[in-house]
């Protein structure tokens, strides 16, 4: 079974602090997407990363999809409160367009 | 950019009663796909689509049934409301990117109460 482990669930922490989010799996995955969702909303598309061992970045925020394609992280540099919410990363079931979904990571930047 | 629309932001329905979602892509995506989201369960996949009516089951279909009559356009119907459908419905379509990829995009989500 293909499953995405999220770490960690929660994280609290100050404007202007480092933090980095890990998406594991077993299996390989042909690609990764990561998604933001804020409270009420539908989940917004960040990135999707496809080659093992790929990095992306956008603004303070980097991904990078390991080497084996079985595992992501997310890592924002300086968060601020705007960076609030609930991170999931996604990939698509093994030889089908069928989704699976991390256990996501609730992410609070205070100010 | 990739839009996903949905026809209502919050909806508010009796027991019994039939409820429609309509959802709609402007990216010419082949798959679509409805979910709904709990708190401490996550997505939960209802149903999805990968062509024009098309259909297959997900993870938690009963009680709902959906409609693929264009491409474009995906209706999520609940015959009979009830009490433990009240959730947050999401809507996405996928298109594939080569070898086995793909990208998923969502609608805002519809916040459904039944009361």
């Known amino acids: 079974t293909q499953l995405l482990e999220q770490s960690p669930q929660f994280l609290s922490i100050q404007e202007g602090e480092n933090l980095t989010v890990y998406c594991n799996s077993s299996s390989v995955f042909s690609s990764l997407q990561w998604y933001r969702q804020e409270p009420g909303e539908g989940p917004v598309l960040l990135v999707t990363v496809v080659t093992g061992g790929e990095v992306k970045k956008l603004k303070r925020l980097t991904f990078q999809f390991g080497d084996a394609r079985k595992d992501s992280s997310l890592h924002i540099t300086a968060a601020q409160p705007g960076d609030t919410g609930l991170y999931l990363c996604a990939g698509p079931f093994s030889g089908t367009y069928k989704y699976i979904f991390g256990t996501g990571t609730r992410l609070k930047v205070l100010a | 950019d990739v839009k996903v629309t949905q026809s209502s932001r919050y909806l508010v329905k009796r027991t019994g009663e039939k409820v429609f979602l309509e959802c709609v892509q402007d990216m010419d995506h082949e798959n679509m796909f409805w979910y709904r989201q709990d708190p401490g369960l996550g997505l939960r996949l209802i149903y999805f689509?990968?062509?024009?009516?098309?259909?297959e089951k997900g993870d938690i279909p009963e009680g709902y049934s959906v409609s693929r009559e264009k491409k474009e356009r995906f209706s999520l119907i609940l015959e009979s409301a009830s009490t433990n459908q009240t959730s947050m419905y999401l809507c996405a379509s996928s298109t594939p990117l080569g070898q086995g990829a793909y990208e998923q995009f969502f609608g805002p989500g519809t916040r459904l109460t039944v009361l």
């Open positions: 689509s990968y062509d024009v009516k098309m259909k």
